[in-house]
């Protein structure tokens, strides 16, 4: 199993320097938070989309539609039905919905999927590696960019153990999808103890192989395998993001995107 | 890196893991001279990786426990020093080397060490690059490691350690998961890095790579029980029994004819011919056709290919073949040709993306996955991937209980199951407190619970010494010999020869070949194409004009006076 979302590929969007890129997430991510009209968030949704079409990230994408689709659904559920509005024409018992309650819910749903779509992107063109070395360059010490990297590295591990392990189970006949819902949670236990003591032995063997390749003396003397150079295209990408997130700012403050106002 | 003069210096070092009852390494001094080579064996347990861990400051200072001695390497003392200080001398690769992999790809992965230790940016490319070149990697160096094979995976890491070229380097175990090439090559780099003057400790159990080495030392529950020429001690098969070492197929053919060989297959069969034996073509005729006669056709795989749907990569290509009742066959090919992944559609664990995969004659799509665990079971290399009960009898009954057999059928198949694997005794034993060697057992013991048809075993030798590789083996011929089907992947070529009677051999995901075991090791130009090496015994066959011969056994028989 593949240690992270990153893909092998060579897009502009991978091309570019880690640090523009981690800059430009925060106004890319300002402008599908303005919005609370569904149209309006619909166009924040378009653009992540297209920067998932730039940075290869399809695939990725593809295998998120179920997470995407709860968020849409649930997010419109629940504001649709827990939006204080005094118009609301939909009753039922404690529960009331509006036309604009559900409009609400539904744009709080594309925003969580531009944004959904937006670190998918994000981290198909982006080595973890890359994203730790723009920490680094921001002023982040190395010894917590190391902390955020073994994250990096542990989670898919555990996927990737757990994956083996329910192989290994199913060899032996293990079925989860029959019996009722506590049975269900019962067959999990023997995919959790042998999961649980690999990790807890390989957390072991990673922090004694960490030390033995000097990374404990990280923080000190640390230098980096690779340099990137910042381009043009680069300091393009940051003024195209920086504009896209105030001109998003300066709309909503026109009362533009709006259906409902602050709270 | 090199240096002279004495490099590591351990002095009556003593260490008992908290909790434990015993120590497990008790007053074990040695010295190591700049550039020596040498290597470290024993059973499982003998203390070996303990002492490894000592020699790079791991113990004391990350693992609880009593330590008692010193250890000095380059003259400085270890013990009270950073492990990471250490690691400027010493170089360090674990058994677990899956866990020490953490970069998105080859390059990062070698640089680590290298940017951890401030280096500039030139001298590390250089460095990566030299890494890389010595274990073979340096056309995937923009890889992913996680999407690797393990042997590449094991070169891989032992690149990273290589990199900061120490002046010490201590190797746990470094060959578990490597082809019979690789470890040829792995030897060659060992011999060159001696020659520059590093000073090399490698814990192993394969005693045909340790005859090469300037020294070999045995440990024995915990203490020093060897420690001198690796011919001596290898070139008696008995003392090698009783340390835990598989003994050399020359040594032990030797023995039994009641001469002294050489220890290597150059010039062995030339001694032999001295002493006027020759090898009987009648006997040798009457093996090949002693081989037992398959039955009706279990597993088929018409058309099969596979590509994995995250890498891209397609690791088979139009297999065909079928695996018949009573066989018992060994998947040969080098590291990456797609031997996991062939095993793994063998009880639909994977479905392939081309063809079909027939199980007792029911597709392995479309069966339901109990009724597939019923008649293939499969075993992962690592047993720690499917224990997860507090007491052995309970591991083995769970298979049994997921194909719904009543309490009393489970304690009948568990008693059978257990006798099968020389577990009856064990039942309330923690699993978890037992040696590899013994939870290979339990797991063994816990798929045949499920009385499948066949059994497929990655590596059932790995991690294993030389005497448990050989009782694991010869409980597969059991079961075999019983009637259960028995596929294995090995990259162990005397116990694929010696047991085996089928061999598929696999080319970057293509069947190369598909015949007896003899006839696989006998193709001289079959075993280069694809990898492999034949065992010793083979190789002397051939040069005394015979037919192969696979085992010390069957040369025994056939030896005759002339």
């Given amino acids: 199993m593949a240690l992270s979302l990153y893909r092998h590929e060579d897009t502009p969007a991978h091309r570019r320097h880690p640090v523009a890129k981690l800059l430009a997430l925060t106004p890319l991510f300002v402008a599908p938070l303005t919005f609370n009209d569904p149209l309006w ?38 504001w649709a039905l827990m939006l204080p509005d005094r118009e609301a024409v939909w009753r039922l018992g404690p529960l009331f919905a509006s036309p604009t309650s559900v409009a609400y819910g539904i744009a709080m749903g594309l925003r969580l999927n531009a944004m959904l779509m937006l670190g998918v992107a994000y981290v198909s063109c982006t080595r973890p590696e890359e ?103 680069d300091t393009a990408l940051l003024a195209l993001a920086l504009a896209y997130g105030a001109a998003a700012v300066w709309l909503r403050l026109s009362g533009f995107g709006e259906i409902v106002g602050r709270m | 890196m090199s240096g002279r003069g004495q490099a590591v210096s351990a002095r009556e070092v003593s260490f008992t893991y908290r909790g434990a009852q015993r120590p497990a390494i008790d007053g074990v001094s040695l010295e190591l001279q ?41 003259g400085e003392r270890v013990s009270g020093r950073q492990v990471y200080e250490v690691a400027r001398t010493v170089g360090a690769l674990f058994q677990n080397f899956e866990a020490q992999l953490l970069a998105s790809d080859v390059e990062r992965e070698v640089a680590f060490g290298l940017e951890s230790a401030g280096m500039p940016r030139e001298e590390m490319r250089r460095r990566v690059s030299e890494a890389l070149e010595l274990v073979g990697l340096s056309d995937l160096r923009g890889r992913d490691p996680a999407t690797l094979s393990g042997g590449q995976k094991q070169r891989l890491a032992l690149a990273a350690v290589l990199a900061p070229e120490p002046a010490v380097l201590v190797l746990d175990e470094p060959t578990t998961d490597l082809d019979p090439i690789a470890r040829r090559e792995l030897a060659r780099v060992v011999d060159e890095l001696s020659a520059q003057g590093v000073t090399l400790l490698i814990a192993d159990h394969e005693a045909l790579d340790a005859l090469h080495s300037d020294r070999l030392i045995a440990l024995s529950e915990g203490t020093k029980r060897y420690d001198g020429p690796p011919d001596e001690l290898l070139a008696d098969p008995a003392r090698c029994t009783e340390l835990g070492i598989l003994p050399l197929q020359l040594a032990e053919l030797g023995a039994r004819v009641g001469m002294a060989l050489p220890l290597e297959p150059a010039g062995a069969a030339e001694a032999l011919s001295a002493e006027g ?24 795989l018409e058309g099969v290919s596979f590509t994995y749907r995250e890498s891209g990569e397609q690791a088979l290509r139009d297999v065909t073949l079928t695996i018949r009742e009573g066989e018992f066959v060994v998947l040969l090919g080098e590291n990456g040709s797609g031997k996991s992944t062939l095993a793994q559609h063998l009880n639909g664990l994977l479905s392939p993306t081309a063809g079909t995969v027939r199980i007792g004659g029911r597709d392995t799509r479309t069966a339901p996955v109990q009724e597939l665990a019923a008649q293939v079971g499969y075993l992962f290399q690592n047993p720690d991937h499917q224990i997860f009960s507090s007491t052995v009898r309970e591991e083995v009954a769970f298979g049994p209980r997921n194909l719904g057999s009543g309490e009393r059928e489970v304690e009948a198949r568990v008693a059978e199951a257990l006798a099968a694997t020389e ?64 596929i294995v992947i090995t990259h162990c070529t005397w116990a694929a020869a010696e047991y085996a009677h089928r061999a598929l051999v696999l080319d970057e995901g293509r069947l190369a070949a598909d015949s007896s075991v003899r006839e696989v090791f006998g193709d001289a130009e079959l075993l280069a194409r694809t990898g492999q090496v034949a065992p010793d015994v083979a190789r002397i066959s051939q040069a005394l004009g015979a037919q192969t011969l696979l085992s010390v056994d069957e040369m025994e028989r056939c030896l005759k006076r002339t």
């Avoid at chain 2, 063994?444 to 059994?455: D, E, F, K, Q, T």
Wanted: glycine share 10%; net charge positive.
């Fill in chain 1, 41 to 78: 968030a619909l166009g924040t949704l378009m653009v992540s989309f297209t920067l998932v079409l730039a940075a290869g990230a399809l695939p990725n994408l593809r295998r998120m539609w179920g997470l995407g689709a709860i968020l849409l659904v649930m997010s419109t559920l629940l």
């Fill in chain 1, 131 to 233: 994203f730790t070395w723009s920490l680094r360059r921001i002023g982040i010490p190395a010894t917590m960019t190391l902390a955020l990297s073994l994250t990096f590295r542990l989670v898919p591990m555990l996927a990737g153990t757990a994956q083996t392990v329910t192989q290994a189970q199913m060899a032996r006949g293990l079925d989860f999808h029959s019996g009722g819902p506590l049975a269900r949670i019962g067959r999990y236990i023997p995919l959790m103890v042998p999961v649980l003591a690999y990790a807890m032995r390989s957390a072991d063997d990673l922090t004694r192989a960490l030390e033995s390749r000097r990374a404990g003396a990280a923080s000190k003397q640390r230098t980096e395998y690779y340099e990137y150079a910042w381009t043009a295209a």
């Fill in chain 2, 34 to 74: 700049a550039g020596e080579q040498a290597y470290l064996m024993g059973r499982t347990g003998a203390g070996k990786s303990t002492l490894c861990l000592c020699l790079n400051g791991v113990i004391p200072k990350m693992q609880p426990g009593e330590f008692a001695g010193e250890v000095r390497v380059g």
């Fill in chain 2, 423 to 486: 577990l009856s005794g064990w039942e309330t034993r923690d699993p978890f407190v037992l040696t590899k060697g013994e939870r290979q057992r339990v797991a063994l013991a816990s798929v045949l619970a499920c009385r499948p048809r066949v059994i497929v075993f990655d590596e059932p030798t790995t991690g294993l010494d030389g005497i448990q590789q050989r009782a694991m083996m010869e409980l597969l011929a059991r079961l075999n010999a019983e009637g259960t089907t028995v």
């Fill in chain 2, 277 to 300: 034996r020759r090898l009987d073509a009648e006997e040798c005729g009457l093996l090949a056709s002693e081989a037992p006669e398959p039955g009706e056709p279990l597993i088929e």
